[in-house]
Each structure stands twice: as C-alpha cells, then as structure tokens.
C-alpha cells in the first residue's frame, strides 16, 4: 500500500507540475495586450492569514461609479495568474473582478485547509477588502471558480447572503460523495489532490492526517473523515443556500474523475433558487481550460451571460432556456431539459439472469482507466477505456451482455445496479462497469462505478444497489450493452481478502438488473 501510494504521488507530482507551469505561461500571456488595468494586492483574511490577490478593473472605471464585483478563488495548486484571461475579459465588459489565492497555497499565507471554515471567513474578507478598496456595487457581488475555487465559491454563498450568483465549474457539491463513493477510496483521485498539495501548497496538520487515514483504510476513523467532508460540502448547507437564493449555475464534466457528475446533479435537484446545470464531454477541469487561455470556450461564455443577467440584469435569454444543457461524448451539439429527472426518463432493464462466482484480487482487464489522461483521449477523440469482452477471463470478471438493438440507445443519466451478493468475506470491493460492445467484442466503456462492504457474514447474501457515474453516451445500433464486474481497478483501493469469491445471483422473487436511463426519441 505504501509503496503504490508513493509511485502515485511522484507521478501525480510530476503532471501537477508541468501542468501549473504551462498554465501560468499560457495564462499570463494574454495580460500585457488586454486594456483592463491589473494590480497585486495583498488583503488580510481570517485571522490575519496575508492572502495575494490582484484586482482587474475597467480601463476607464471611474471611481464615482460603481461597478458588479466578480471574485475568483484559485483552483487547487494553481497561482492567482490562473484567471487573469477571463479576469480581463469580463473586466473589458465592466466588471471588477478580484482574484485571490487560496489560503496554504504559493505565496498566500496560511496551511491548507481543504475548503473549511477559515477558507469561507477568507471569502467574505475578500469582498470586505473589495469593497472598501475598489468601485465595487455591493449589491451586485458575483462569485465563480474552476474546482477548488468552484467548491469554495458554492460554500462562501452558502455563508454570505451578499453573494447574489456564483458560477461553480468543475467543483463539488459533496467531497464524500466525490472522492468516497460506493465507501470506497478514489485513490488516484486523492493522490493527484495530495501531490498537487505537497508541491505547491502546505498541508495543515488535520489535511495530511486525513489524507493518511485515508489511504490507510483506517475505519476507526471513517465517521470522523466523514464528518470532516461535510463540513466542507455545500450539500450539508442547501437549506443556508436556498434561503440565501443567489443564481446557481454549475457545470462539469461527465469523465470527471475527482468530482463525478452524480453528486452535482444530485444536489442541483434539491436548489430551490433560480439554477443551471451543463454537462460535456472531459475530465476535471478540461471543459473549461481552453477559456483560461483566453480561447473561444462554451463555459466560460455561458458563465459570463449568468453574471451578465443575474449581476447586471442583461436581457439576454439565459434565464429562459432549458436549465439543463448537456453535450453527449458521442456527438456534437447541445440537448437541452427542464430538469434533471426528465434526463434519461425512459429506462430499459438489461436482466443478469444468469448466476456467477468470480475470484477477487486479480484485475480483469476491464477498468475504469487513468485519472485525466483516459476521459481527456474521451473528450478529444471519443476514445474511451476499452476491453475486448469475449477475453475477459470469467475467473475473475462476471459478464452479461444484452442482445444486439436494432436501433441506437442514447444513453442518458444514471444507470442503476441491483444484484444480490454472496460474499465469503466480511468485507469487499467490486466495481462495475457498463460497456458499448462492436461486433467484434471490443468493449468501450460507457461508466462505471466501485462499491465496498464491511461487517457482513461471509455466505450470507445482501442486496447491492449501486449508482453509476452519470453519464451521456450514444450505443449505435448492431451494438449490445455489457455489463461486467470484477474486483480490482487502479482508480480505487479495494478491500477483498485473499482468496475472496463473490457470488451474484437472481432470486426469482428479487430479480437481478441493470436500469439503463434513454433518453427519448
């Protein structure tokens, strides 16, 4: 264990690195030929904490006038240059904007404190220091971010009824639900997140010793990291946010694979404020990257037209399109729905009828692939993980295909897995997959997710019912769908002991299946 957790981390060190370094060059490069005018600045935040910020305001801004106010919070491991092309865009469009980086990282003051309470008292303290030192309209504040900076944003909102909208891109609703689904650790996720954290920030006391338990499987300790991830999702405070009511928009992407598209569309079901929700194509962060860099970016501009209605009041028709828009991974263009359950409303059950016995601790074949690197090559040449599922061996991967459809299944929302379980340990790992299979066996994988158990009795059988990665993905027709179930995937650390056996079943009174979510047609 310690030894994989250390190869993660140098890897993720390494990518983390190279990344930061060509998004600061690239993102400071559009600074010198932009007209809004840019200065440093360092503010005080919570308990005296020095955070670094700069300020973009319009070339012409007169200080008589007053202006809406936009605040950006950094991404994890990112500097303050990360927004300084969208900064300047919307300043160019008569904004303030206030960039800030985030306690514990580069030159801000401070530890890392994984969006806890200093980092909310940092928000308000931001608008605090903006509007006593800048033009700012203090009734028409704004707040947005890529990941980090979209998590802390919904927070802040949740916390500072003077936030009126707040663009949240690639962030999270719920950090358990995120990085500890099904019970089971996200490992490259949280390795990725670590490393980031240990070259370019420092890591509080409680944020290294919850990133060890972590990775340890430590369960003495596993209400106690729970109750530390509530604290820190906006989820634990949507009855705050609600009676707060500022404008919503949230959009991620459907291969995310630190913050997965389930817990932002479940939360986004329970706001009762004016909302918006966009899916596309990509891992974490990638929708948005291209608008960091200054380029024609679809999120970036439907970012801007929120605060342009929502801060402004610009009449520009946002707030009359369909609220959930979504891009499909295997096609262009956007579909649009009044919400999400109306995504995937008709469903088709693929039956596991057959009963199966597989062998844990050896990897199959089928997994979920490489945290970025995998739903990127999705998102650029809609290659998806892929395993030729006729030589997947059934020792170690249950297996059970759909016949051919006739037409092409448009494959939207959550699927759904119900089977019962006979294990022959008390604990376990299995993850899931469902995958789009050619005629000629080749499988690519449509979503997938893990699911963990502790404390049962080894021979008895127990329901599973587990959600997978939303998603949106096109079956052609002449294709079937499969789905297969093993015990190891790199993405997640997995809890079978040696010489597990997991027995799934059909009882006749209890049926085993997988719900596919269509979209209609």
């Given at each position: 264990?310690?030894?994989?957790?250390n190869?993660?981390?140098t890897?993720?060190?390494g990518a983390?690195s190279?990344a930061l370094?060509?998004?600061?060059?690239?993102?400071?490069?559009?600074?010198?030929?932009?007209?809004?005018a840019?200065?440093?600045v360092?503010?005080?935040?919570d308990?005296g904490?020095?955070l670094?910020a700069?300020v973009?305001?319009?070339?012409?801004?007169?200080a008589?006038?007053s202006?809406?106010?936009?605040?950006?919070?950094?991404s994890?491991g990112?500097p303050?240059?990360?927004?300084?092309a969208q900064?300047?865009?919307?300043?160019?469009?008569?904004y303030i904007?206030l960039?800030?980086?985030v306690?514990g990282?580069?030159?801000?003051?401070?530890q890392i404190?994984v969006a806890?309470?200093?980092?909310?008292?940092?928000?308000?303290k931001?608008?605090?220091w903006?509007?006593a030192?800048?033009?700012?309209?203090p009734r028409?504040i704004?707040?947005?971010?890529v990941s980090y900076?979209?998590g802390i944003?919904l927070l802040a909102?949740?916390h500072?009824?003077?936030i009126?909208a707040?663009?949240?891109?690639?962030?999270?609703?719920?950090?358990?639900?995120s990085?500890y689904s099904g019970?089971?650790?996200?490992v490259?996720?949280?390795?990725?997140?670590d490393?980031?954290g240990?070259?370019t920030g420092?890591e509080s006391?409680?944020?290294?010793?919850?990133?060890?338990?972590?990775?340890a499987?430590?369960?003495?300790?596993?209400?106690e990291?729970i109750?530390?991830?509530?604290?820190r999702?906006?989820?634990?405070?949507?009855?705050?946010?609600?009676?707060?009511a500022?404008?919503v928009m949230?959009?991620?992407?459907?291969g995310d694979?630190?913050?997965?598209?389930?817990?932002y569309?479940d939360f986004?079901e329970?706001l009762s404020v004016?909302?918006?929700?966009?899916f596309?194509?990509?891992?974490h962060?990638?929708?948005e990257?291209t608008?960091?860099?200054?380029l024609?970016?679809?999120v970036w501009?439907?970012?801007?037209?929120?605060?342009?209605?929502y801060l402004?009041?610009?009449?520009?028709?946002?707030?009359h399109?369909q609220p959930?828009?979504l891009?499909s991974?295997?096609?262009?263009g956007?579909?649009a729905?009044?919400?999400?359950?109306?995504?995937?409303a008709?469903?088709r059950?693929l039956?596991?009828a057959d009963?199966?016995?597989i062998h844990a601790?050896?990897?199959?074949?089928a997994?979920?692939?490489?945290v970025f690197?995998?739903?990127?090559?999705?998102?650029v040449a809609?290659i998806p993980?892929?395993?030729?599922?006729?030589?997947?061996?059934?020792?170690?991967?249950a297996?059970w295909?759909s016949?051919k459809y006739?037409?092409?299944q448009?494959?939207?929302g959550?699927a759904?897995l119900?089977?019962?379980?006979?294990?022959t340990g008390?604990?376990?790992?299995?993850?899931a997959?469902?995958?789009?299979v050619g005629p000629?066996?080749?499988g690519?994988?449509v979503t997938n997710?893990?699911?963990?158990?502790?404390?049962?009795?080894?021979g008895?059988?127990?329901?599973?019912?587990?959600d997978l990665?939303s998603?949106?993905?096109d079956v052609p027709?002449g294709?079937?769908l499969a789905l297969?179930v093993?015990?190891?995937?790199?993405?997640?650390i997995?809890?079978?002991p040696s010489?597990?056996?997991l027995?799934?079943s059909s009882?006749?009174?209890?049926?085993?299946y997988?719900?596919?979510?269509l979209r209609?047609?």
């Amino acid at each position: 264990m310690g030894h994989g957790r250390n190869t993660l981390r140098t890897s993720a060190v390494g990518a983390v690195s190279a990344a930061l370094i060509a998004g600061s060059v690239v993102g400071l490069a559009p600074a010198a030929q932009a007209a809004a005018a840019i200065r440093f600045v360092d503010i005080t935040g919570d308990g005296g904490t020095t955070l670094k910020a700069n300020v973009v305001a319009p070339a012409d801004a007169d200080a008589s006038h007053s202006y809406p106010l936009i605040v950006l919070p950094t991404s994890w491991g990112l500097p303050q240059a990360e927004y300084l092309a969208q900064a300047q865009k919307l300043a160019n469009s008569g904004y303030i904007v206030l960039t800030y980086n985030v306690r514990g990282f580069w030159q801000s003051g401070g530890q890392i404190e994984v969006a806890g309470p200093p980092d909310i008292a940092d928000a308000s303290k931001v608008i605090d220091w903006a509007l006593a030192n800048t033009p700012a309209d203090p009734r028409h504040i704004g707040m947005a971010g890529v990941s980090y900076g979209a998590g802390i944003s919904l927070l802040a909102a949740a916390h500072d009824k003077r936030i009126k909208a707040v663009a949240a891109l690639s962030g999270w609703a719920d950090l358990i639900s995120s990085i500890y689904s099904g019970r089971t650790q996200h490992v490259q996720a949280a390795a990725l997140l670590d490393g980031a954290g240990v070259v370019t920030g420092r890591e509080s006391p409680e944020v290294r010793q919850i990133f060890d338990d972590f990775y340890a499987s430590n369960l003495t300790k596993e209400q106690e990291m729970i109750d530390w991830g509530k604290k820190r999702s906006v989820a634990t405070y949507v009855d705050q946010l609600n009676k707060n009511a500022p404008a919503v928009m949230m959009a991620n992407a459907w291969g995310d694979t630190i913050f997965p598209a389930n817990q932002y569309a479940d939360f986004y079901e329970k706001l009762s404020v004016p909302k918006r929700l966009e899916f596309r194509p990509g891992d974490h962060g990638t929708a948005e990257l291209t608008g960091l860099f200054g380029l024609p970016n679809d999120v970036w501009t439907d970012t801007e037209r929120w605060f342009d209605h929502y801060l402004k009041g610009a009449d520009n028709g946002i707030d009359h399109e369909q609220p959930v828009q979504l891009k499909s991974r295997s096609s262009d263009g956007y579909e649009a729905y009044p919400d999400w359950k109306s995504v995937g409303a008709t469903r088709r059950k693929l039956a596991l009828a057959d009963a199966t016995t597989i062998h844990a601790n050896v990897d199959s074949g089928a997994d979920g692939g490489i945290v970025f690197l995998s739903s990127i090559l999705d998102q650029v040449a809609r290659i998806p993980p892929i395993a030729s599922i006729p030589l997947l061996p059934r020792r170690w991967a249950a297996v059970w295909q759909s016949e051919k459809y006739g037409t092409a299944q448009q494959v939207r929302g959550t699927a759904k897995l119900h089977t019962t379980l006979t294990p022959t340990g008390e604990s376990g790992t299995l993850v899931a997959y469902l995958y789009d299979v050619g005629p000629l066996g080749f499988g690519k994988l449509v979503t997938n997710a893990p699911y963990t158990w502790y404390d049962r009795t080894p021979g008895r059988p127990f329901d599973v019912d587990l959600d997978l990665f939303s998603t949106a993905y096109d079956v052609p027709a002449g294709h079937r769908l499969a789905l297969v179930v093993d015990t190891v995937d790199p993405l997640y650390i997995e809890h079978n002991p040696s010489g597990a056996q997991l027995t799934f079943s059909s009882p006749a009174d209890d049926p085993s299946y997988v719900s596919v979510p269509l979209r209609e047609q």
